[in-house]
């Protein structure tokens, strides 16, 4: 079936076509339940030639993309968890209260997890366009394309134009998650150890797309990091990677890379950019659900 939640962010972000190319990435939600023939004629149709998958591997099946693969589209699955799941401190997910708590967990998600995020970002500088997913395409899918998004120059509130639009697909989405993973999402309150009622089994936020959100993760990275930029280089992205990106993927960029989409020396480009560690600040403990 076709996927959920797809989208090429270019038409909203950049609506009259004079910074960001079109048709170069895509986002998504996950196939439900695995991908078909409708999905690969979807992907071909839009000249998807990679597929990133930032699920964790207990939130994936081994036939999601099969017949993407047997089609011939590259299957890149780089699950944005923490590196190191004992640097993950603090109270977790029930501590998101707030949209702008939701971004700054966006932020420490992004830190706890530099490798998959260097990985991600060289399949998407890769030749052809790119998809990228995460469960419901919302929060960790959200977060790469804000980075990436603002590596090509588009300003917040455009950024934050395309993350909402998630909103419209949320029904769906939500429907779908709670089908495949059997779960209830907050369908009533989790019950205390008393019987009283407790807490949201998911915390609010992330059952939606709240435009401060994303613009609060943007900030917070900008802060504590210069930029997209600059903590891409930090992950271990090398600046050809990221000079291949822009001319891939931006409009009247000058950039140093090869040809738009060749491939990439990756070891001898990346190789003198430091990997970043699993932020001492993280909030999301090992094994909770994300969207």
Request: proline share 9%; hydrophobic share 50%.
């Amino acid at each position: 079936m076709p996927l959920l939640n797809f989208r090429d962010p270019a038409p909203v972000v950049d609506p009259r076509g004079d910074r960001v190319r079109p048709g170069v990435l895509f986002r998504s939600a996950q196939p439900d339940p695995v991908a078909d023939t409708a999905t690969v004629g979807e992907l071909h149709a839009h000249g998807i030639r990679v597929v990133v998958d930032l699920r964790s591997p207990d939130e994936r099946g081994d036939d999601d993309w099969a017949a993407a693969e047997e089609a011939g589209i590259t299957v890149v699955r780089a699950p944005i968890v923490p590196d190191d799941t004992n640097a993950v401190a603090g109270p977790g997910m029930a501590s998101l209260r707030t949209s702008a708590d939701l971004g700054r967990f966006y932020a420490d998600l992004a830190e706890s997890a530099p490798s998959a995020l260097a990985e991600a970002v060289r399949a998407a500088a890769g030749p052809g366009a790119a998809l990228v997913h995460c469960a419901a395409g919302k929060d960790r899918t959200g977060l790469l394309v804000a980075l990436l998004l603002e590596l090509v120059g588009v300003p917040d509130d455009q950024i934050a134009d395309d993350y909402v639009r998630t909103a419209l697909a949320l029904p769906e989405i939500l429907a779908a998650l709670a089908t495949r993973h059997r779960i209830a999402l907050n369908d009533g309150a989790v019950a205390g150890a008393d019987g009283a009622a407790g807490q949201p089994a998911v915390p609010a936020p992330l059952l939606q797309a709240p435009r401060e959100a994303i613009e609060v993760f943007l900030e917070t990275m900008r802060a504590r990091h210069g930029g997209a930029e600059a903590f891409l280089l930090g992950c271990g992205v090398g600046a050809a990677t990221l000079d291949a990106f822009r001319a891939k993927a931006a409009i009247g960029t000058a950039v140093s890379a090869p040809l738009a989409g060749a491939a990439l020396p990756a070891a001898a480009d990346e190789a003198h950019h430091p990997v970043l560690s699993a932020s001492p600040t993280s909030s999301r403990p090992a094994g909770d659900p994300l969207a």
